[in-house]
């Protein structure tokens, strides 16, 4: 244009989102989109008497949406398909019978599973050489993803170890609910203070192995942050230069 204004055809606007091509219809934005939902189903429908039914809903589509998520890694996507049937399969199996082996082996399948998926989104992050929003995505996806992961352990080790925390995350639900889909919100929300370093101390670890996971998680947000500004820093002026030199 001759007053300078740069208009975008509708595939360049795509493309500048990074929503085009294998990327469409931006795989990451859409796990992202799962996870925040989960987030806010979980404590919002705790009590509910379709608690279980909405919690595993969310947490299914979580899960799907991260095998969708890292379907053109094949490595990763074949181990996360093998750790993703025994982690959906727990889930419709808690709908019908509750049972601390079948809920012990959901926990574990889905802390592995949602441990690939963050592996493999960093990993991308440290192969793409532009920053788009999908990018954006898939950073903070592996960040809220490492979160639930850790949930899932921390729930593994009160299972095997009652009483390994300070106060007590596993909810005793009135009907017939699983509990650890009713009180997962509670593990989450401990992981996340660990995560962030908050610190509120309503809730400690007792147990030796509930202060290993805790201590590991509060060091992988921190380093997390640190390396993934720097990374995406570096990106975003490569990029600024190559336009430039364009």
């Known amino acids: 244009m001759s007053d300078g204004t740069i208009v975008l055809s509708p595939a360049a606007l795509w493309r500048r989102l990074g929503l085009a091509h294998h990327n469409w219809p931006g795989r990451f934005t859409v796990l992202l989109f799962t996870i925040l939902l989960l987030l806010v189903t ?32 094949r490595f990763f996507f074949a181990i996360a398909l093998v750790l993703f049937v025994p982690s959906f399969g727990s889930r419709v199996a808690l709908l019908f019978t509750s049972s601390p082996a079948i809920e012990a082996l959901g926990a574990i399948t889905s802390c592995l599973f949602l441990a690939v998926t963050v592996i493999a989104l960093v990993t991308r992050l440290f192969i793409v050489t532009s920053v788009t929003l999908d990018t954006i995505s898939a950073a903070i996806c592996a960040y809220l993803l490492a979160a639930i992961a850790f949930a899932y352990a921390f729930a593994v080790v009160e299972l095997q170890n009652p009483g390994s925390f300070s106060a007590t995350l596993f909810q005793k639900p009135s009907s017939n609910i699983a509990p650890l889909i009713a009180s997962l919100h509670n593990f989450i929300y401990y992981s996340f203070v660990c995560l962030t370093t908050t610190g509120f101390g309503d809730i400690a670890p007792i147990s030796e192995g509930a202060r290993s996971l805790s201590v590991m998680e509060s060091v992988f947000g921190q380093l997390y942050v640190a390396i993934l500004i720097a990374r995406l820093v570096s990106l975003e002026v490569a990029q600024s230069m190559m336009k430039e030199r364009e």
């Open 42 to 73: 979980q404590p919002m429908f705790s009590g509910h008497d379709y608690a279980q039914n909405i919690a595993t809903a969310a947490i299914s589509l979580v899960l799907l949406a991260a095998l969708y998520s890292v379907r053109a890694a």
